[in-house]
């Protein structure tokens, strides 16, 4: 068995995961990130949008500092955020944007003098100042007070992911792609590395390290509809649900955008509708002026997603070979406007649907985009759990987005919290020594080995991996979606249990030799499962609509009850539900919960008196 | 009527000591807006669980998908079948270490690359985080981020004949990356010390001209600007040199 050494073991070589991992070189340890596919090729790549960060350099964002961004932050989580944490993260924002100006992410600048802006259709006037010349310029993003977010085109992911590589690079941090942690080596107590399964040859691998951090972005893939790229299917939670010991934060928590394209899911621009797109029906009809007469298409992502599946849901969805779906109309807005301020969007769908959306209908569907729940860690980005064992990023509850993250927050929060948690990573391992228990090793690294000998050689069953992830993702597409209900969540609940069992029953088709993707599959799927239940067993008790979470049959936000961050743990592998725990979603309170100033306001207050029957 | 589309797609498994390289075909019914990514994924996971190809971010932003598409180097993400005849063929990128079937080893070639021309800013200036950032114009950012684009799918090296030649080439992908460092005002390399890495055949002067990597780059990145560009300061860099001594 090859057996490598290194001071920090990065599993997922993302913008977080990477980040971090300059730190700890720049402290003068060795580090090396284990990740899918080439480092490069790493989800974060794929954000357009940008940072927030509040440097208050544009016109617009005149007047901004870390105080306005982190009540942004703390409204937008819907009071479930840690403060502390969303605190830390306003603060260090600006100085992170100024420090990958230096490694040479080429930020848009200001550009002085006048100029104009759309908003809600309409024409405004902005004037730039010659002092601020050349500084860091930031657009508009929504719920946010101030023009914040920090950009390089529509590349903003690529563009820093391309400069925080090279930095690695140059400091000498090993990314080892087409590489898989399989799973953590621990003892109960102290995490020591990871058993991972290369790529390129279909062996396993040994990787023991003094700290281990899991970065390894959503988990978006065990829904049917994400935007989220392939590699993030949960990979790298699933070493970590697996120790019993390291708990899962806030997972019921999920993200949904409106406007993902049929197929494929690819995410098309707010900016559409923002500019006087409309929603249509199987009727060609538009719906969203009837639920919503003030705000209509403009409403924000969570109410447009609700009422698109409440239509869908009436019997008004165009069916297609890949699911229902609605029309999104930008034809109105003529070619001019679409091949230039909509480009982006004019391109994905004559790229990706041979779809010409100035003569032609875009087929949408509320989409996954993004998991606010994850590793739950302390602000210093320490799992729960386990000695040794951090995790930073989307992978992460470290938990600066509650319950709903802002638009342009995600991104900067991998770099932030990459920078902030790879220097507590460095101040861990100062002085720091570990045993390694050379039983502790080969008993994990045995018990692998069987598990793909028995996975190959069908020993519990052939049930095919793509059949089970199927039922996995429609449970959760059912039961776990936008609308939730006590009904839909017990069935949801029960029907992923059976799904578990058929997922222990899994055997390969094929041979399994080599970089077998079949095999890659069967190895995630029972965890996949797992996360699939934790999602959705922490959605059915959570009895309150928060943020992203929205039961139908309990409407109103309870700040009485629930101002909490569900734990979930998978606690002995025989389990069939997981065990959930309670903590205070925050510990410290700048901001007392209150109305978020847009969206519903219907609050229980935490001092409003209990009834028995709340109905 | 839909079509039936037959998929003729290269299958070796390096890893099976029974496995040979050879041809295989799949039959599929062609659907709306059908993709390569579609196409691939359905052939997996309905006719052949073993079938070896790489996607990640589907959308034409990641560059993972590289392939060779009835003969042209292209993106698989962004391919779509109503472009294609019935019968098509679907191979490994040449040039880069083959993994199995239609996935190549691309990663450890660009890690290398990275290397090579160090690719990174060359500053002697410490960041100072009490301080406001350096200024620069738009212009030189926008500049930059359009040499940044590059997603390094590997299709301009799988379609460049010096590159077939010459195991050590840069490559387009290699000779933009030094040309997006070039540009860059934070970078205090000079003309001298870009020299040594591209002012030979390896690099900038190994290139034929032949431009089919303009032709492939599914980014459209303006590749014959930049290798004519190169080639022109270099060629000055040498004769300054020259004439020095």
Known sequence: MQTIYTDVLVIGAGLAGERAAIEAAQAGFSAICLSLVPARRSHSSAAMGGMQAALGNCAKGEGDCPDVHFSDTVKGSDWGCDQEVARLFADNAPIEMRQLAHWGVPWNRVVPGKDTYFKGGKIFDKEEKEENRGLITARDFGGTAKWRTCYVSDGTGHSVLFTVDNVCAQLGVEVHDKTEAVALIQDGTTCFGAVARCLRTGELRVYLAKATTIATGGFGRIYPCTTNAVICDGGGHIPAINTGVVPMGNMEAVQFHPTGIVPTDILVTEGCRGDGGTLLDVNEERFMNVYEPDKQELASRDVVSRWMTHHIRLGKGVKSPYGEHLWLDIRHLGEKHITGKLREVYEICTSFLGVDPIHQLIPVRPTQHYSMGGVRTNKDGHAYGLKGLFSVGEAACWDMHGFNRLGGNSLAETVVAGGIVGKKIAEFLQGCEVTFNSAVIDSEVKKQQERIQNVISCKAGTESVYKVKKAMQDALHKGANIFRTDAGLTECVESLQETLERARKVGLKSNGKGVNPELSAALKIEGQVKMALMVAYGALKRTESRGSHNREDFTARNDRDWLSRTLAYWKSDSDTLPTLEYEAATNIFHIPPGDRGYGKSEIIKADDVKTTDKG | ?245
């Open chain 2, 1 to 245: 009527m839909a079509r039936e589309l037959k998929f003729n797609i290269f299958r070796y498994n390096p890893q099976d000591p029974e496995s040979t390289p050879h041809m295989e075909s799949f039959v599929l019914e062609e659907t709306d807006a059908m993709t390569l990514f579609i196409v691939l994924n359905r052939i997996r996971e309905e006719q052949d669980p073993s079938l070896q190809f790489d996607f990640c971010c589907r959308a034409g932003i990641c560059g993972s998908c590289g392939m060779v598409v009835n003969g042209r180097p292209s993106l698989a993400c962004h391919t779509k079948t109503r472009d294609l005849p019935d019968e098509i063929t679907l191979l490994p990128l040449p040039v880069y270490q083959l993994v199995g079937d239609l996935s190549v080893d691309t990663g450890s070639w660009f890690r290398e690359l990275y290397d090579t021309v160090e690719s990174w800013i060359h500053t002697k200036k410490a960041f100072d985080p009490t301080a406001p950032e350096e200024r620069m114009e738009n212009e030189v950012a926008e500049a930059i981020y359009e040499l940044d684009r590059c997603v390094e799918c590997g299709c301009c090296v799988a379609a460049c004949g010096t590159a077939r030649l010459r195991p050590d080439f840069l490559g387009a992908a290699g000779l933009n990356r030094v040309g997006r460092f070039l540009i860059d005002p934070r970078d205090e390399r000079t003309e001298q010390d870009y020299y040594q890495v591209i002012g030979n055949d390896m690099g900038i002067f190994g290139c034929m001209g032949l431009l089919a990597c303009e032709d492939v780059c599914p980014k459209h990145m303006p590749l014959q600007d930049q290798l004519g560009f190169l080639r022109k300061k270099m060629g000055i860099t040498a004769l300054k040199t020259f004439f020095k001594k």
